[in-house]
C-alpha cells in the first residue's frame, strides 16, 4: 500500500538460519506492528513499536526480535527459523492523519 | 482469543446491500469497534471504526447497538470487488483479528 513497503516479499529459507523481513514506512507514523497470517488462525500480533527504541510483544512473539532504530524502519527476526515460522507476514503502520492500521503487501516467508 | 463472534460466511447479490453482524458481548467502555477486509491475499484494509454513534463513510456505514453489545457492516450496493474476508475487531490499543466473515458477492 502506499507510503509503506516490506521486503522481500517472497523467501525460502533453511531450518535454523536466521532470517530478518523489513518494513519500512514513509508515512512518519509512530506505531508499527507485525502480524503471521496463518491457514484457521488468521492475523496473530508478533511484536508492535510505539516509538524508536520502543517495543512490546504481542500474543506469539517466541522465536522472534524485532528492532527500530529509525521512525522509519521497523525489522522482523527469526533468530533460528523453524518450519513452524512458514507463513505470510504482515506489516501494519498507524499514526495520525489516517483512521486505522494501514498493512503492507505481506511477504511470504516458507522455511525448509 | 477472539472478542467478537461473526458468521464464518454470507453471500450477497451484486447491487443489494450487504449486512455483515458482529457479536462483542463483552466489549468495555474504552473500546472501539473497527471493521477491515481482506482481499484474496493483499494486506487487510481499513474500512470504518466507532465507539458508540452510528458512522457513515464512502465505504460503509456502521450501525452499533445501543448497548454496544453489537454492530452491522453496510455495504450498500455490494458489488463483485467487495468479495472478501470481513474482520470485526473491538480494541483500543493494539487490535486482535478474529476469522471474519467471507462474502460472496454474486453476479
Known amino acids: 500500500d502506499a507510503g509503506i513497503t516490506q521486503s522481500p516479499r517472497h523467501k525460502v529459507t533453511e531450518t535454523g538460519t536466521p532470517v530478518t523481513l523489513r518494513c519500512h514506512q514513509t508515512?512518519?507514523?509512530?506505531?508499527m506492528y507485525w502480524y503471521r497470517q496463518d491457514p484457521g488462525h488468521g492475523l496473530r500480533l508478533i511484536h508492535y513499536?510505539?516509538?524508536?527504541?520502543?517495543?512490546d510483544k504481542g500474543e506469539v512473539s517466541d522465536g522472534y526480535s524485532v528492532s527500530r532504530s529509525k521512525t522509519e524502519d521497523f525489522l522482523l527476526t527469526l533468530e533460528s527459523a523453524t518450519s513452524s515460522q512458514t507463513s505470510v507476514y504482515f506489516c501494519?503502520?498507524?499514526?495520525?492523519?489516517?483512521?486505522?492500521?494501514?498493512f503492507g503487501s505481506g511477504t511470504r516467508l516458507t522455511v525448509v | 482469543d477472539a472478542k467478537t463472534t461473526q458468521p464464518p460466511s454470507m453471500d450477497c447479490a451484486e447491487g443489494r446491500a450487504a449486512n455483515l453482524p458482529c457479536n462483542h458481548s463483552?466489549?468495555?467502555?474504552?473500546?472501539?469497534v473497527y471493521w477491515y477486509r481482506q482481499i484474496h491475499s493483499q494486506g487487510p484494509q481499513y474500512i470504518i471504526h466507532?465507539?458508540?454513534n452510528n458512522e457513515t463513510n464512502e465505504m460503509a456505514s456502521l450501525i452499533i447497538t445501543e448497548d454496544r453489545k453489537s454492530s452491522t457492516l453496510i455495504l450498500p450496493h455490494a458489488t463483485l470487488r467487495d468479495t472478501a474476508v470481513y474482520y470485526c475487531?473491538?480494541?483500543?490499543?493494539?487490535?486482535?483479528f478474529g476469522k471474519g466473515t467471507m462474502l460472496l458477492v454474486s453476479p
Open positions: 501494519a503502520i498507524e499514526g495520525q492523519g489516517a483512521p486505522g492500521y494501514t
Open positions: 508515512e512518519n507514523h509512530r506505531y
Open positions: 513499536s510505539y516509538g524508536v527504541k520502543d517495543t
Open positions: 463483552t466489549i468495555s467502555g474504552n473500546e472501539y
Open positions: 466507532g465507539l458508540k
Open positions: 475487531i473491538v480494541g483500543y490499543s493494539t487490535l486482535t
